[in-house]
């Protein structure tokens, strides 16, 4: 660049700049320190392709956008600038002085690049790397790829070249120093970091103002020529494949063959190897070659497929599948499947599918075959006799199928189908007379060597007699089983064989204690029994009452009807029924007691029928009255009451038949000598054993003395009234306990019985994963099983328990509950609220508490896996309501009526996991003798809310 005189342009005067800017024909402007152009010259004009005017006031950098990029620091620093090189955004290269004024901004000088500048600028922006090298092969110029590739340390001859690779560069150069040509190689080249990467290696020799050099490019191809060496593997892969395959394999290219697989070229006893002439040695068949030309002529140029033998080494002509199809122009590619043994096999299968078909016409069942898509294609004649349907209608089987058995069936089926398993089920099928029977249907499916189902054969079987056989000893041993009689198995000789939950609860003997055992040595029963046996030997039937002894040695009274069981006419065991009378004799010693009361008592004690007439006339009245019994019974009461008796009322009989009892009104009879007198009277209905009033009992005694007396038998028989009643209901209410616990407590004991004998008998045999899995279902049987155990105790306790109440703070008490439900369960998220400001209640700490647990379980249980629980507590105006919120499946009213009741549960498919049913009636029965209320209901929105409340304590109360 020319500089003007005095030194660099930097340190010019002002009166310098202002004359070289002048006269200068180098590209020249004055800025301010913001960009923008206070003066520019002729020259920066042209260079910028613009007018003087439309330059100055404009920013420099719209008309040569880049220069700011090399002169903005020095402009907004005041600093100078010599001689800078840069490429504007145009490509253009120019070198830039910049001499900065006082007070900021300063005069811009641009040089535009030689041609060799501009050569040498554009080599060093290649994106690939340039080298420049002098004779003696050293480096005298590399780009920036150059530069970033190889690192800035020094390149000599062959530095940076591959150890292996250097003696076919040296070859390279060699020859192209003996022809002048250009040098094109690919070799590895090591990186900045070390690694060796491919690159395609060019380089020729040039004519520089130093004389001749040669300039060299480097490629990267490194993924390139790693892509060729995994082709070149895959391709000798896949070589060895095609010659491992039990396949035999031709390419052809225009007719000629070009590769045969091991296999392909073992045919006809000769390897086949391509030939001049491109033919193949002849292997087809002579009766297949026609078919196969034919073949070939129709297909043209696409692919085509067909079954031909051809001959193996041996001379024996074989089946095999061909296939052909082009691979590009001019080239096809085929390949054949042995498939001798799969034809034969298909050819005999034909030959035992007709014996098959044969046989299934003859067979008197129902036999039918579908294809793997489940589709019907075949019935038998069976069949199509049993339903009366022909033709296309037969091989529609859901034509005969009872409406209400159609959907479940054909969705039973269609799941088999589609994961190939065995079909079976019980559906009803309609004859030709129009009755639908009861069938067992059947179906297998038929698959391939490899495991893919061919199709299906099915039959169906009728089970209409063993079904209605099988729904009656269903009821038989329902009966048995819920019936309060025992019901006793034995054999001839006694010894028991099946014990019925009602011998269980009269006899105290568990059916594993007493089956097996002779009934006369596990029942101690008073008499002689050995007639008895004999006479049923003999097929008699045999009642008897007797006292037999429970498995504590208390005394039973019982009602024994034995029978003799027979199989095929004759008597093969004996068939028990026991009836526990204990409580029937004691009514009827209280009977026999209450009569010698009536007969002794001193008032008159009348009993007559609902239509007035007389039925019991005990002693006391034939004293007050002076008739005697057999004058009286029979004959109507109204003979022997004056008219106009208060008890011959309608009125009063209308109350007395609506179980009402009218004591001591005062009314009047008259001797047998006609003397009258003056009683009390009192009517009373008299019930059978299931209530019903059957007829009316009148106690008359003699007003005076005999008040006291009537009123002593009036008592006793109220008593005796009540006596029976609650007798009545305690029998109900224990009947309905003992059989709700003897099916709560069956379930999992029949389970942990299973599982135990199982692992007994076949634990050996069975692989450590089932095992640990029985292990665990043992395990939560056991579980389950005690808290029944558990929550039963709690109950039975409870009846018979005391407590005192203390001061409680809900806000303290249920917390550590809470928590404790947390981390037994941390998946589930529990949200709590209990006001700080709740007050004190009355209630028991530890009862509180297992409510709170027992009703956090049951929202656990019941409530959906990602669903939170809320629990929370709220003064009332006379106690704290707790409550406990889930998203489970709510409640409906009914439910949420019986839930707290024993062993109550939700419907199986709305429930999650095994319960008891006790749960939530040991927390009613806690929250009741604690004072307090416990209900249950819907939450809005969803789920249920279990609510109890507690007594605010007597002070806390008058506080608030």
Same mark, same amino acid.
């Given at each position: 660049?020319?500089?003007?005189?005095?030194?660099?342009?930097?340190?010019?005067?002002?009166?310098?700049?202002?004359?070289?800017?002048?006269?200068?024909?180098?590209?020249?402007?004055?800025?301010?320190?913001?960009?923008?152009?206070?003066?520019?010259?002729?020259?920066?004009?042209?260079?910028?392709?613009?007018?003087?005017?439309?330059?100055?006031?404009?920013?420099?950098?719209?008309?040569?956008?880049?220069?700011?990029?090399?002169?903005?620091?020095?402009?907004?620093?005041?600093?100078?600038?010599?001689?800078?090189?840069?490429?504007?955004?145009?490509?253009?290269?120019?070198?830039?002085?910049?001499?900065?004024?006082?007070?900021?901004?300063?005069?811009?000088?641009?040089?535009?690049?030689?041609?060799?500048?501009?050569?040498?600028?554009?080599?060093?922006?290649?994106?690939?790397?340039?080298?420049?090298?002098?004779?003696?092969?050293?480096?005298?110029?590399?780009?920036?790829?150059?530069?970033?590739?190889?690192?800035?340390?020094?390149?000599?001859?062959?530095?940076?070249?591959?150890?292996?690779?250097?003696?076919?560069?040296?070859?390279?150069?060699?020859?192209?120093?003996?022809?002048? @040509? =250009?040098?094109?190689?690919?070799? $590895? &080249? #090591?990186?900045?970091?070390? %690694?060796? *990467? /491919? +690159?395609? !290696?060019?380089?020729?020799?040039?004519?520089?103002?130093?004389?001749?050099?040669?300039?060299?490019?480097?490629?990267?191809?490194?993924?390139?020529?790693?892509?060729?060496?995994?082709?070149?593997?895959?391709?000798?892969?896949?070589?060895?494949?095609?010659?491992?395959?039990?396949?035999?394999?031709?390419?052809?290219?225009?007719?000629?063959?070009?590769?045969?697989?091991?296999?392909?070229?073992?045919?006809?006893?000769?390897?086949?190897?391509?030939?001049?002439?491109?033919?193949?040695?002849?292997?087809?068949?002579?009766?297949?070659?026609?078919?196969?030309?034919?073949?070939?002529?129709?297909?043209?140029? @696409? =692919?085509?497929?067909?079954?031909? $033998? &051809? #001959?193996?080494?041996?001379? %024996?002509? *074989? /089946? +095999?599948? !061909?296939?052909?199809?082009?691979?590009?122009?001019?080239?096809?590619?085929?390949?054949?499947?042995?498939?001798?043994?799969?034809?034969?096999?298909?050819?005999?299968?034909?030959?035992?599918?007709?014996?098959?078909?044969?046989?299934?016409?003859?067979?008197?069942?129902?036999?039918?075959?579908?294809?793997?898509?489940?589709?019907?294609?075949?019935?038998?004649?069976?069949?199509?006799?049993?339903?009366?349907?022909?033709?296309?209608?037969?091989?529609?089987?859901?034509?005969?199928?009872?409406?209400?058995?159609?959907?479940?069936?054909?969705?039973?089926?269609?799941?088999?189908?589609?994961?190939?398993?065995?079909?079976?089920?019980?559906?009803?099928? $309609?004859?030709?007379?129009?009755?639908?029977?009861?069938?067992?249907?059947?179906?297998?499916?038929?698959?391939?060597?490899?495991?893919?189902?061919?199709?299906?054969?099915?039959?169906?079987?009728?089970?209409?007699?063993?079904?209605?056989?099988?729904?009656?000893?269903?009821?038989?041993?329902?009966?048995?089983?819920?019936?309060?009689?025992?019901?006793?198995?034995?054999?001839?000789?006694?010894?028991?064989?099946?014990?019925?939950?009602?011998?269980?609860?009269?006899?105290?003997?568990?059916?594993?204690?007493?089956?097996?055992?002779?009934?006369?040595?596990?029942?101690?029963?008073?008499?002689?029994?050995?007639?008895?046996?004999?006479?049923?030997?003999?097929?008699?039937?045999?009642?008897?009452?007797?006292?037999?002894?429970?498995?504590?040695?208390?005394?039973?009274?019982?009602?024994?009807?034995?029978?003799?069981?027979?199989?095929?006419?004759?008597?093969?065991?004996?068939?028990?029924?026991?009836?526990?009378?204990?409580?029937?004799?004691?009514?009827?010693?209280?009977?026999?007691?209450?009569?010698?009361?009536?007969?002794?008592?001193?008032?008159?004690?009348?009993?007559?029928?609902?239509?007035?007439?007389?039925?019991?006339?005990?002693?006391?009245?034939?004293?007050?009255?002076?008739?005697?019994?057999?004058?009286?019974?029979?004959?109507?009461?109204?003979?022997?009451?004056?008219?106009?008796?208060?008890?011959?009322?309608?009125?009063?009989?209308?109350?007395?038949?609506?179980?009402?009892?009218?004591?001591?009104?005062?009314?009047?009879?008259?001797?047998?000598?006609?003397?009258?007198?003056?009683?009390?009277?009192?009517?009373?209905?008299?019930?059978?054993?299931?209530?019903?009033?059957?007829?009316?009992?009148?106690?008359?005694?003699?007003?005076?003395?005999?008040?006291?007396?009537?009123?002593?038998?009036?008592?006793?028989?109220?008593?005796?009234?009540?006596?029976?009643?609650?007798?009545?209901?305690?029998?109900?209410?224990?009947?309905?306990?003992?059989?709700?616990?003897?099916?709560?407590?069956?379930?999992?004991?029949?389970?942990?019985?299973?599982?135990?004998?199982?692992?007994?008998?076949?634990?050996?045999?069975?692989?450590?994963?089932?095992?640990?899995?029985?292990?665990?279902?043992?395990?939560?049987?056991?579980?389950?099983?005690?808290?029944?155990?558990?929550?039963?105790?709690?109950?039975?306790?409870?009846?018979?328990?005391?407590?005192?109440?203390?001061?409680?703070?809900?806000?303290?008490?249920?917390?550590?509950?809470?928590?404790?439900?947390?981390?037994?369960?941390?998946?589930?998220?529990?949200?709590?609220?209990?006001?700080?400001?709740?007050?004190?209640?009355?209630?028991?700490?530890?009862?509180?508490?297992?409510?709170?647990?027992?009703?956090?379980?049951?929202?656990?249980?019941?409530?959906?896996?990602?669903?939170?629980?809320?629990?929370?507590?709220?003064?009332?105006?006379?106690?704290?309501?707790?409550?406990?919120?889930?998203?489970?499946?709510?409640?409906?009213?009914?439910?949420?009526?019986?839930?707290?009741?024993?062993?109550?549960?939700?419907?199986?498919?709305?429930?999650?996991?095994?319960?008891?049913?006790?749960?939530?009636?040991?927390?009613?029965?806690?929250?009741?003798?604690?004072?307090?209320?416990?209900?249950?209901?819907?939450?809005?929105?969803?789920?249920?809310?279990?609510?109890?409340?507690?007594?605010?304590?007597?002070?806390?109360?008058?506080?608030?």
């Amino acid at each position: 660049m020319n500089r003007p005189p005095g030194g660099p342009v930097a340190g010019a005067p002002l009166a310098f700049l202002e004359a070289f800017f002048a006269e200068s024909h180098q590209p020249a402007a004055f800025l301010d320190a913001a960009g923008l152009v206070l003066r520019a010259n002729e020259a920066m004009a042209a260079f910028a392709a613009a007018s003087v005017p439309d330059l100055v006031g404009a920013p420099i950098e719209k008309h040569l956008a880049g220069i700011l990029a090399a002169t903005g620091d020095a402009l907004a620093r005041g600093e100078g600038i010599d001689a800078r090189e840069t490429t504007l955004a145009d490509g253009r290269a120019v070198s830039i002085s910049f001499s900065p004024l006082p007070g900021g901004g300063g005069c811009l000088l641009l040089r535009p690049a030689s041609a060799a500048d501009q050569h040498r600028a554009a080599l060093f922006e290649l994106p690939q790397p340039v080298l420049l090298l002098d004779a003696d092969a050293r480096v005298a110029f590399r780009n920036r790829a150059a530069r970033e590739y190889f690192g800035e340390a020094p390149l000599g001859r062959g530095a940076a070249l591959h150890p292996d690779d250097a003696p076919r560069m040296t070859e390279a150069v060699a020859a192209a120093r003996a022809t002048g @040509g =250009p040098i094109t190689i690919d070799v $590895r &080249l #090591r990186r900045h970091d070390g %690694e060796y *990467r /491919w +690159h395609a !290696w060019h380089s020729r020799t040039i004519l520089t103002a130093a004389g001749p050099r040669r300039l060299a490019t480097a490629i990267e191809i490194h993924d390139r020529k790693a892509a060729e060496e995994a082709s070149e593997r895959a391709t000798a892969a896949a070589v060895e494949a095609l010659d491992a395959l039990p396949a035999r394999i031709l390419l052809a290219d225009d007719g000629r063959l070009v590769f045969a697989n091991r296999l392909a070229r073992r045919l006809a006893g000769v390897e086949i190897e391509p030939r001049d002439d491109g033919t193949v040695p002849d292997v087809v068949h002579p009766d297949d070659a026609p078919v196969l030309r034919a073949t070939v002529r129709a297909a043209g140029t @696409g =692919p085509y497929a067909l079954e031909i $033998r &051809l #001959r193996e080494r041996s001379g %024996e002509f *074989r /089946w +095999h599948l !061909w296939h052909a199809g082009p691979v590009n122009a001019g080239r096809r590619l085929g390949f054949a499947i042995d498939i001798h043994d799969r034809v034969l096999a298909q050819e005999a299968l034909s030959r035992a599918e007709e014996r098959a078909l044969a046989l299934a016409d003859a067979l008197p069942l129902v036999v039918w075959a579908a294809d793997a898509a489940g589709q019907c294609v075949y019935t038998n004649r069976y069949w199509r006799e049993y339903t009366g349907l022909e033709g296309s209608a037969a091989l529609d089987w859901s034509r005969a199928l009872h409406p209400a058995d159609l959907g479940p069936c054909l969705e039973h089926w269609r799941d088999c189908v589609a994961r190939g398993v065995p079909f079976e089920f019980e559906y009803r099928f $309609r004859n030709h007379d129009g009755e639908y029977c009861w069938h067992l249907g059947r179906a297998t499916p038929w698959r391939d060597a490899e495991g893919n189902v061919l199709g299906w054969f099915g039959g169906a079987s009728e089970i209409h007699a063993q079904r209605e056989a099988a729904r009656t000893a269903g009821r038989f041993a329902a009966l048995v089983e819920s019936t309060s009689d025992a019901v006793i198995g034995m054999t001839l000789d006694g010894i028991i064989e099946s014990w019925n939950p009602a011998a269980e609860r009269i006899y105290g003997f568990t059916a594993a204690e007493a089956i097996g055992q002779p009934f006369t040595h596990l029942v101690s029963t008073e008499g002689d029994t050995a007639e008895g046996f004999a006479r049923l030997r003999m097929g008699e039937s045999v009642q008897v009452r007797t006292t037999d002894h429970r498995k504590d040695g208390a005394p039973l009274s019982v009602e024994v009807n034995l029978s003799p069981r027979r199989a095929g006419g004759i008597v093969s065991g004996i068939s028990a029924i026991v009836r526990d009378v204990t409580e029937l004799r004691r009514q009827e010693t209280d009977r026999a007691l209450l009569a010698a009361i009536v007969q002794s008592a001193h008032d008159a004690i009348i009993v007559r029928s609902l239509e007035g007439e007389i039925l019991s006339w005990n002693a006391a009245a034939e004293r007050l009255y002076g008739w005697s019994a057999e004058e009286t019974v029979g004959h109507p009461v109204a003979a022997f009451v004056p008219p106009g008796a208060p008890d011959l009322s309608p009125d009063v009989l209308a109350s007395i038949l609506a179980g009402d009892r009218l004591s001591f009104f005062e009314s009047r009879r008259v001797h047998r000598d006609g003397t009258p007198i003056d009683v009390s009277v009192t009517l009373s209905p008299v019930r059978d054993a299931s209530g019903a009033i059957t007829a009316i009992a009148s106690i008359a005694r003699e007003v005076g003395e005999q008040r006291r007396q009537r009123e002593q038998i009036a008592a006793l028989n109220r008593e005796l009234e009540l006596r029976l009643s609650d007798l009545e209901k305690a029998m109900a209410v224990k009947d309905e306990f003992l059989g709700s616990v003897s099916h709560e407590l069956r379930t999992p004991l029949t389970s942990l019985v299973g599982l135990v004998h199982m692992l007994h008998e076949r634990g050996e045999l069975v692989d450590r994963e089932s095992r640990r899995e029985a292990i665990d279902q043992l395990a939560t049987d056991a579980a389950r099983l005690q808290q029944i155990i558990e929550n039963m105790l709690i109950l039975a306790r409870l009846d018979h328990t005391t407590f005192e109440s203390e001061p409680l703070l809900v806000q303290r008490v249920a917390p550590p509950v809470v928590d404790a439900h947390r981390r037994r369960f941390p998946s589930r998220e529990v949200i709590d609220d209990f006001p700080a400001d709740l007050p004190v209640v009355l209630a028991q700490r530890t009862w509180v508490d297992q409510v709170l647990t027992n009703l956090l379980s049951n929202a656990q249980k019941y409530a959906p896996g990602d669903d939170p629980v809320r629990v929370e507590a709220v003064r009332r105006e006379t106690d704290v309501e707790i409550r406990v919120l889930d998203h489970g499946p709510g409640l409906t009213e009914d439910e949420a009526r019986r839930v707290f009741e024993p062993f109550t549960r939700l419907p199986r498919d709305r429930y999650r996991g095994p319960g008891s049913g006790l749960g939530l009636a040991v927390c009613r029965r806690l929250v009741e003798l604690m004072g307090g209320t416990i209900d249950a209901g819907p939450r809005p929105g969803g789920g249920a809310v279990f609510r109890f409340r507690l007594p605010i304590a007597p002070e806390e109360s008058n506080e608030g």
